[in-house]
């Protein structure tokens, strides 16, 4: 076995070299072993695991390690703009044992609500809304006007948040992530809108997920009820907005794809297992703290030190080829939704709304190619996630005025009913 060499400086995995070109990180990262010394913002640290099986085994060892950050975020400065995405929270993502189980139930429970014919349904009536508000001018931004907007109706909907919230939320949620100066007062206004939500639905709830998590069986007070909300949101809307926007970008960049907007073989659902495969939207993640002094993989590692997954270099490293028939039939064994007992819960609607947003976007504009080289593309910078500032196409003009005004008409209906049955 090749013995575990230190890089003599922790690889950056923010700023505009990473976002440009992250598989080049991995790849400088994989040539120290299982584990490699990255930083995420100036002055914080950590050590990332980029191979498959070591990923696989850290997700899943709930002895040696802990999900509770607490012990090294009393390291870390309160104002790091990496807090944000890793400081502790009364939530299932920072919690071990049967405190995790309350929340996680919690959780599933909400999400189970979230009917897929339903979703779909709903999901479908906005993309074709959205579509119909550029399709006749034979170009659009698809992250501004159609990805970021279309799971932002599904939280605002099911969650009975305030339409005039809805673009706070993108903001903290999106902030969050860049991990920039602006982390922290993003984060602070997310939960400040979650806030005012939750006190609104305790004093009066309806029927929307917010008033079924406050009286859900595992009892959450009002604070666990927003730290519960802004984690579905945060975990749900902004990975699946780059989901979709990956995905698009894949579609119209590879030549397999040439045919599928107008109708060929590769289909919506093969883009989005590529993508999840080789440029997951959620790229370094879950992060793991070692209870005791040990050694993992052949690594010596503190306790309470950071280790995050590189979901995307550990995909990569064992990730079919592009001809690869697993591919293409649906082998989910990727780690982009990461594994163990903090596996993503909201796998199936996340998927649900993706292939969703795409299927209708590419049978209404089948001709749409990008408007830029693709080397010319700009990504958010940030050390966890994979996302498109823009993605601009050009197409043939679409008249849709008439569909478009007949689904706005539906879905001002639509709008004033409400998302879910929570009891009589």
């Keep these: 076995m090749t013995p575990y ?70 390291t870390v400065p309160d104002d790091s703009p990496v807090l944000p995405v890793l400081g502790h929270r009364p939530t299932a993502l920072f919690s071990d044992g049967d405190v995790h189980a309350r929340y996680r139930d919690a959780i599933n429970d909400s999400l189970a609500l979230m009917e897929p014919h339903v979703l779909r349904a709903e999901v479908a009536r906005v993309a074709r809304r959205l579509i119909g508000e550029f399709a006749a001018t034979g170009d659009a931004d698809l992250i501004a006007q159609y990805a970021r907007r279309l799971p932002l109706h599904v939280f605002v909907t099911w969650f009975g948040v305030e339409p005039g919230d809805g673009e706070r939320i993108v903001n903290g949620i999106a902030g969050m992530f860049n991990s920039t100066e602006n982390a922290t007062t993003a984060y602070a206004d997310l939960v400040e809108v979650v806030t005012e939500l939750v006190a609104a639905r305790r004093a009066r709830p309806r029927r929307d997920l917010t008033s079924y998590l406050l009286g859900h069986p595992a009892g959450l007070d009002n604070d666990e009820t927003v730290r519960q909300i802004t984690l579905i949101m945060s975990a749900g809307h902004d990975p699946t907005t780059n989901l979709i926007g990956n995905a698009l970008l894949h579609m119209l960049t590879d030549a397999r794809y040439a045919g599928s907007l107008h109708g060929g073989a590769m289909t919506a659902h093969e883009a989005i297992n590529e993508v999840l495969w080789q440029d997951p939207p959620l790229a370094n993640l879950g992060a793991h703290y070692p209870r005791d002094d040990t050694e993992f993989h052949g690594v010596r590692l503190r306790a309470g030190q950071l280790v995050l997954v590189s979901y995307a270099a550990a995909n990569t490293r064992s990730a079919p080829g592009p001809s690869d028939s697993a591919v293409r039939s649906g082998a989910s064994a990727h780690l982009a939704w990461s594994a163990g007992p903090h596996r993503c819960p909201a796998k199936q609607p996340a998927l649900l709304i993706a292939m969703t947003a795409i299927e209708q976007l590419t049978s209404q504009l089948c001709d749409a190619e990008l408007a830029v080289p693709a080397g010319g593309l700009k990504w958010r910078p940030g050390p966890f996630h994979r996302a498109l500032i ?20 539906a879905g001002e209906a639509a709008d004033g009913q409400q998302a879910v049955s929570i009891g009589p």
């Design 5 to 74: 060499v230190q890089p003599p400086e922790p690889l950056a995995l923010y700023g505009p070299e990473f976002a440009a070109d992250p598989r080049d990180h991995y790849r400088r990262l994989r040539g120290h072993g299982p584990l490699a010394p990255v930083r995420l913002a100036p002055g914080i640290d950590a050590l990332l695991v980029t191979d498959y099986q070591a990923a696989v085994d850290l997700l899943r060892d709930t002895h040696t390690f802990t999900k509770d950050p607490r012990a090294w975020q009393a």
């Design 390 to 409: 823009r993605l601009p196409v050009r197409f043939t003009p679409v008249d849709m005025s008439a569909e478009a005004h007949r689904h706005r008409t």
